[in-house]
């Protein structure tokens, strides 16, 4: 089965750095890396997802690069600001058969952005 | 709101009670799933349906009974639980056949005594 790493485990960056969170996969045949976000007292919410078939995808501060050939695909959160302060937990999808998946989850990554 | 609730958000129970958590989705996905989160831990993977039939069980112990009545509904009846069973329960939906986004409910906290 599919196994995500997650690195690192905690991060502080100052209001306005960068914030750069890793993860590697072990199914080639994952296609589908979605990143989420869970803030206290939620469940995990979608911010951004990338397929296989693109090296990187951008929305505003948020941005996943993937490398399919390494394996391994990360997120980046420019100017971050304090309501970025969360867990923010990567995936990749794994084929149960029959065109169905679930999605195989790293540890998380508990951001907090210093004011 | 995520379209995916979940009753009760917290709930203490012996370990000789039985209880049920209920997962409810309103974004007409075909497919439901329980995952259970522990600190430090990858959300853990406990159940999948799909077309409200199970396709996936991820060796869970059989304290943990699942069911899906129809695609909204989805229920996991609790029984004997241990302490180690304290963790936070998510229920997700999406769309199978699609590879695409799973949205999660709040959780319920479940605390075993």
């Known amino acids: 089965g599919e196994n995500v790493e997650q690195h690192p485990s905690t991060l502080s960056v100052q209001e306005g750095d960068s914030a750069v969170i890793k993860c590697t996969y072990s199914d080639s045949a994952s296609n589908y890396f979605p990143w989420y976000k869970q803030e206290l007292g939620k469940g995990p919410q979608l911010i951004i997802d990338i397929r296989s078939n693109v090296g990187e995808k951008k929305d505003q501060r948020i941005a996943v690069t993937l490398n399919k050939t390494a394996k391994h695909f990360s997120l980046h959160i420019t100017e971050t600001q304090p309501e970025d302060s969360a867990v923010y937990f990567c995936?990749?999808?794994?084929?149960?058969?029959?065109?169905?998946?679930?999605?195989?989850f790293g540890a998380g990554t508990t951001v907090t952005v210093r004011a | 709101e995520t379209g995916v609730t979940q009753t009760p958000r917290h709930l203490v129970m012996g370990m000789t009670n039985k209880k049920s958590l209920k997962c409810e989705q309103h974004l007409g996905h075909n497919a439901m799933y329980w995952y259970k989160q522990s600190a430090k831990k990858p959300l853990e993977l406990m159940f999948v349906?799909?077309?409200?039939?199970?396709?996936e069980n991820n060796s869970v112990p059989s304290r943990f009974s699942p069911e899906c009545p129809n695609s909204s509904h989805l229920f996991l009846h609790l029984h004997t639980l241990q302490p180690e069973d304290s963790a936070l329960y998510l229920c997700?939906?999406?769309?199978?056949?699609?590879?695409?986004?799973?949205?999660f409910g709040q959780g319920t906290r479940l605390t075993v005594v």
């Open positions: 997700a939906s999406s769309q199978m056949g699609g590879n695409t986004e799973a949205f």
């Open positions: 349906y799909s077309l409200e039939e199970r396709v």
């Open positions: 995936a990749a999808s794994e084929e149960m058969g029959s065109n169905d998946y679930k999605l195989s």
